[in-house]
């Protein structure tokens, strides 16, 4: 036990030595929170339009404001020329050209339809399907209300119909930041648990004090956990300065119970200490530490279900998820967090990931090559 909280003390001296590593636990949580939930807005919005308007009527004239009152659609151009429109887009001016043909009213008030043509810039997919999606239920919203202004009473057939009430639950308001900034969070963790663990070993090496220890009678199990000890404690202050900003500045409080957050938290900086720990005893160089986290950094960050839905993916990558942490932390942040869930809800999740901390960690202790 002596032995332990000598090398505690060692590696808080030594952390907290490096300035630098001040700057990352308490600067960086707080700009990356305030920075990343307003920047990584999925929500498609300033949609570029372009209307070519051949019938100039008062109905198309309704049209182009509707759309245009959403919100979601900037006029980019309005020509009667389709060739002018089109090169917007050819000049990424414009994302969606909407066009308007001749004799637009005319035709609705005498045969009841008319087509209208819309031509996506589908470089950018997503943008390209959802704007698409927006200008569709916007027009057949105002052919709803043209029809139920036009067509007499009578002329209406009786038809049953059946009314939606919506109700949001865990964020009423459907704000983005309220869904990114629980997954942010979990990625400043990340950032302590993977990155500068990873270079600990391996800079010991580089500064020749490694040496030192492998001639003490310390075993390798205490000196692996006397450098996981502190990473934890760290990641645990970031984590707490995490979520103070998600309350101050975005008025995120956490449904759930506070201690079943922290006690996962502790589970989930174990095992990716324990990852950081195990590349750092394989790598000789902080150059090639850095390299090998920032490879799997990239893949856990991307594959995680913090951009993307882990349903969404192809099925191959769904497996692969399974063993990514990262992605099982982010779940249960949202589940305590957003949907106040309890230990029976994240149970699986904590077998999980306590079994993956186990096992890279078990790997670290066998890895770490002492000579005595």
Same mark, same amino acid.
């Given at each position: 036990m002596r032995t332990l909280l000598f090398l505690l003390r060692k590696?808080?001296?030594?952390?907290?030595?490096?300035?630098?590593v001040l700057r990352i636990i308490i600067i960086a949580p707080i700009i990356q929170l305030l920075v990343l939930p307003r920047a990584a807005d999925y929500e498609i919005k300033n949609i570029n339009i372009a209307v070519v308007d051949y019938d100039h009527s008062r109905v198309s004239e309704q049209l182009v404001n509707k759309i245009l009152s959403s919100h979601y659609f900037k006029l980019a151009g309005y020509d009667q020329d389709y060739k002018k429109s089109y090169d917007l887009i050819e000049r990424d001016k414009a994302d969606i050209v909407l066009q308007i043909p001749s004799g637009f009213e005319r035709n609705l008030i005498r045969d009841n339809k008319q087509?209208?043509?819309?031509?996506v810039n589908a470089i950018n997919g997503t943008k390209a399907n959802i704007g698409s999606a927006y200008l569709n239920t916007i027009i057949m919203d105002f052919n709803n209300e043209i029809r139920m202004k036009w067509m007499p009473p009578l002329r209406i057939n009786p038809m049953p119909t059946i009314d939606i009430a919506t109700s949001n639950w865990y964020n009423p308001n459907m704000v983005y930041a309220v869904f990114m900034v629980p997954g942010i969070l979990v990625l400043l963790l990340t950032m302590i648990g993977g990155n500068l663990s990873a270079f600990n070993i391996v800079k010991e090496r580089e500064i020749g004090t490694i040496e030192q220890i492998n001639v003490t009678p310390i075993k390798k199990h205490i000196f692996i956990i006397g450098k996981l000890?502190?990473? /934890? %404690?760290?990641?645990?202050v970031v984590f707490t300065i995490g979520l103070g900003v998600a309350a101050l500045v975005y008025? /995120? %409080?956490?449904a759930g119970s506070l201690a079943l957050l922290y006690f996962f938290a502790v589970i989930y900086l174990f095992t990716l200490v324990g990852f950081g720990l195990l590349i750092s005893t394989y790598s000789e160089t902080q150059q090639q530490a850095q390299s090998l986290t920032f490879f799997f950094i990239i893949i856990f960050n991307l594959m995680s279900g913090l951009f993307t839905p882990i349903d969404s993916m192809p099925h191959w990558a769904q497996i692969i998820t399974r063993f990514i942490p990262l992605s099982y932390f982010i779940d249960v942040m949202r589940m305590i967090v957003l949907k106040g869930s309890?230990?029976?809800?994240?149970?699986?999740?904590?077998?999980v990931l306590f079994g993956m901390g186990l096992v890279l960690n078990g790997w670290a202790v066998l890895n770490y090559r002492k000579t005595s």
């Open positions: 590696e808080f001296r030594q952390i907290f030595r490096d300035k630098g087509d209208l043509f819309v031509a000890v502190p990473f /934890i %404690i760290m990641g645990l008025g /995120i %409080i956490p309890h230990f029976h809800d994240v149970l699986y999740h904590c077998l």
